[in-house]
């Protein structure tokens, strides 16, 4: 079965780009008709949709980031990945990569364990 | 803030009913399925209602749901210790153009 997991460095400084990656185990993330998601989650509050990023290569975010992320993919080392500029102290939270069916864009199966990201100087 | 609107907590002692509501809007709740999410402490969210009022398989039949209108509801019947959880309602939102969750409703088992 699909497994995700997220890296990347767990403190970033303000101002600088956050840089996440997630990497698909168990399938190949080119395959089926699905969307590869960020969401992330801030200590004590609720879930918060970054974006995603088709099988094919499109991408679409929440427009309260928009202006700030970038979703991209790399189907040979079976990862995609999220680059998030200018970070905040708002920006701290837990960072999950998840995949939905094209057909249900609210389905989120399977989850990420999800990393940590501390914006700090 | 959520577009999802959810009580922050709730609670309910052994064997008891409890429900959690989540209250949208037109562009969400009112036009598109409704998904719930448990999260344990600690743990990544785990898909336990899908398309309103599905249960995949292996969530016990205990926990049901429902949508009416714009707004959605999660029923847990006979209240377990191991129900002790965060649970998030979500849905796709037409103005957003993409998924968006409530704020989460704790859930304690007196």
């Known amino acids: 079965q699909v497994q995700l997991q997220e890296s990347g460095p767990g403190l970033v400084k303000p101002s600088q780009t956050l840089s996440l990656t997630c990497t698909v185990s168990g399938g190949s993330i080119s395959s089926g008709s699905y969307y590869w998601n960020w969401i992330r989650q801030s200590a004590g509050k609720g879930l918060e949709w970054i974006g995603r990023i088709h099988t094919n290569g499109s991408a679409n975010y929440n427009p309260s980031l928009r202006s700030r992320v970038a979703i991209s993919l790399d189907t040979s080392k079976n990862q995609f990945f999220l680059n998030l500029r200018s970070v905040t102290v708002a920006d701290t939270g837990n960072y999950f990569c998840?995949?939905?069916?094209?057909?249900?864009?609210?389905?989120?199966?399977?989850w990420g364990q999800g990393t940590p990201v501390f914006v700090s100087s | 803030q959520s577009v999802l609107t959810q009580p922050p907590s709730a609670s309910g002692t052994p064997g008891q009913r409890v429900i959690i509501s989540c209250s949208g809007s037109?562009?969400?709740?009112?036009?598109?399925?409704v998904y719930w999410y448990q999260q344990l402490p600690g743990t990544a969210p785990k898909l336990l209602i899908y398309a309103n009022d599905h249960r995949p398989s292996g969530v016990p039949e205990r926990f049901s749901a429902s949508r009416s209108g714009t707004s959605a509801s999660l029923a847990i019947s006979g209240l377990q210790s191991e129900d002790e959880s965060d649970y998030h309602c979500a849905t796709w939102d037409d103005s957003v153009n993409g998924p968006v969750f409530g704020g989460g409703t704790k859930l304690t088992v007196l």
């Open positions: 037109t562009s969400n709740i009112g036009d598109n399925p």
């Open positions: 998840v995949r939905t069916p094209a057909y249900s864009s609210s389905l989120f199966r399977p």
